[in-house]
T-cell receptor
Framework: DAGVIQSPRHEVTEMGQEVTLRCKPI?????LFWYRQTMMRGLELLIY????????DSGMPEDRFSAKMPNASFSTLKIQPSEPRDSAVYFC???????????????FGEGSWLTVV | AQTVTQSQPEMSVQEAETVTLSCTYD???????LFWYKQPPSRQMILVIR??????QNATENRFSVNFQKAAKSFSLKISDSQLGDTAMYFC???????????FGDGTTLTVKP
């Protein structure tokens, strides 16, 4: 399997611009997660989906952030307008929850490094 | 709510030696999973090892093994014969069965010295 695929890997943008991060989860996985990692705040769960439905978005920092999952193989995280404090590594991850004896492991993409100047 | 605590922000070890990273967690659940992830300087999060709470036997993956103490809610990671490539941040994580999301600790930065 190709693993979780994220794009872009690196993005530098100016404050106020819209940023869209993309993610393709592992085929067949039913959970998708968006995390943000910074030196100051560590690894934060922003939002996660189950079968394309958002389950918990309590980690989304503010209304400038939005996430969608239109189908089982694609998700986006959008920041509009972007601010310098949004600079971070954004990880997409996916998992398959199958009960006690299998699955249940979260697999991460390589991350999208965002710099807002 | 579950919490995961990694009490060692930084550790170092000489190449070829053994090091143990500690992790404790708090939960009222009986069935759950525990994980150790490695994050090298490339920032990729890599699964190192996984433990099912219902299994008494400690998980082992080559040079990596865990000491799972369910009653004490402790889940330490032992790295034997440390290699320079083991230099990374290590995260401990907890997941309830069928819960979907995991709770991560704050991480331990391990440096392997030549």
């Amino acid at each position: 399997d190709a693993g979780v695929i994220q794009s872009p890997r690196h993005e530098v943008t100016e404050m106020g611009q819209e940023v869209t991060l993309r993610c393709k989860p592992i085929s067949g996985h039913d959970y998708l997660f968006w995390y943000r990692q910074t030196m100051m705040r560590g690894l934060e769960l922003l939002i996660y989906f189950n079968n394309n439905v958002p389950i918990d978005d309590s980690g989304m920092p503010e209304d400038r952030f939005s996430a969608k999952m239109p189908n089982a193989s694609f998700s986006t995280l959008k920041i509009q307008p972007s601010e310098p404090r949004d600079s971070a590594v954004y990880f997409c991850a996916s998992s398959l929850i199958q009960g006690v004896n299998s699955g249940n492991t979260i697999y991460f993409g390589e991350g999208s490094w965002l710099t807002v100047v | 709510a579950q919490t995961v605590t990694q009490s060692q922000p930084e550790m170092s070890v000489q190449e070829a030696e053994t090091v143990t990273l500690s992790c404790t967690y708090d939960t009222s659940e009986n069935n759950y999973y525990l994980f150790w992830y490695k994050q090298p300087p490339s920032r990729q999060m890599i699964l190192v090892i996984r433990q099912e709470a219902y299994k008494q036997q400690n998980a082992t993956e080559n040079r990596f093994s865990v000491n799972f103490q369910k009653a004490a809610k402790s889940f330490s990671l032992k790295i034997s014969d440390s290699q320079l490539g083991d230099t990374a941040m290590y995260f401990c994580a907890f997941m309830k069965v069928n819960a979907g999301k995991s709770t991560f600790g704050d991480g331990t930065t391990l440096t392997v010295k030549p």
